[in-house]
């Protein structure tokens, strides 16, 4: 899950970036309004966690305008600003959710995936298919009554086909969804983490679609 985060604190932004990469996000930072304007327009973004206030506006506008142009991106609104009133007008604005500062990673992420739910039309944690139980909150899997563990790309790669087990994710898109814009991508990394992933589930467990990329098998057949 590619998830924006729109903070100014330098040392906050940081901690959020590698707690986040901890629990299967791909986190990228930006410190203003106007650099997340821009990042929004080229970047396949799954949610934005957004500071109230920001150096050269406030978030709250950045969020109006937003919802004026038609995004119905997930945003969860972060300050240190919690009063009632506070809240009220994030949610008004358009937040989908509201979290004060101080707060415990793990409840971020927590509403983090709540938020991705939501957006996909789900009410829980699971994603099954072909007899895998995948457990977005754990980044562990299920099968057969065994419990399979996953390296941390590796299950970005999963979870990406099972969101849409339908459809052919083509090479792009999935180092999009592994890597932030500082991060060095090898040629073949996701071939790597796909040969990994079918000495766990099985060659016909991801299929080649050549000159595409890759999709999950059809429901029962593998």
């Not at 998830?3 to 410190?31: H, K, T």
Request: proline share 4%; charged share 25%; with cysteine.
């Amino acid at each position: 899950m590619r998830v924006l985060i729109v903070e100014d604190d330098a040392l906050l932004s940081d901690g959020l970036q590698a707690g986040l990469r901890l629990s299967g996000f791909s986190p990228e930072a930006v410190s203003c309004c106007d650099d997340a304007r821009h990042a929004l327009l080229s970047e396949g973004f799954e949610a934005m966690v957004l500071d109230l206030m920001l150096p050269d506006g406030s978030g709250l506008d950045l969020l109006r305008r937003l919802r004026a142009e038609g995004s119905s991106l997930p945003v969860l609104m972060l300050t240190a600003r919690d009063g009632l009133d506070d809240r009220v007008a994030g949610l008004d604005a358009g937040a989908d959710d509201y979290l004060g500062k101080p707060f415990e990673l793990p409840e971020l992420s927590a509403r983090l995936r709540a938020l991705l739910r939501r957006a996909q039309g789900r009410s829980e944690n699971l994603l099954s298919w072909n007899g895998l139980t995948l457990d977005t909150a754990r980044m562990t899997g299920l099968r057969d009554g065994r419990e399979i563990a996953f390296a941390r790309r590796e299950f970005g790669i999963l979870q990406a086909l099972m969101e849409r087990p339908g459809a052919i994710l083509g090479k792009p898109q999935l180092e999009e969804r592994l890597y932030g814009w500082q991060e060095d991508v090898e040629s073949n990394t996701v071939e790597v983490h796909i040969h990994h992933l079918r000495a766990k589930l099985g060659s016909g467990f991801i299929r080649t679609v050549r000159g595409a990329g890759y999709r999950l098998a059809p429901e029962g057949t593998t």
